[in-house]
């Protein structure tokens, strides 16, 4: 399964379970935010690691940089694009501000 189809699991899964949602929530706070996602995500049988999540965010935020503008030098500055991690809390943030 790839990285993008455990995420979407995941967020299916935390729609579902405020525990859960709180769960993940809470991984920001730590000092190892990223690990304890993973650690979490792997609990419920979608396997995950830090590496997956970093090269996961990099490899769509190359896609995003080619994509625009012709993915010159003047690609615009896309905030938190490459941090899968960040987008997935904050994603959970909204919706659970719904």
Known sequence: MEVGEILEELKEAA???ESLRLRLLETRESDNSM?????I????GLPLS???LLEYGEASYAAMRR???GGGENAPLLQW?????EMFIMELEMLDKK
Request: hydrophobic content about 25%.
């Open 15 to 17: 729609l579902k379970d």
């Open 35 to 39: 690990a304890d996602f993973c650690r």
């Open 41 to 44: 995500s792997t609990e419920l």
């Open 50 to 52: 830090k590496l997956d």
């Open 67 to 69: 994509s625009t503008n």
């Open 81 to 85: 694009e490459d941090d899968a991690y």
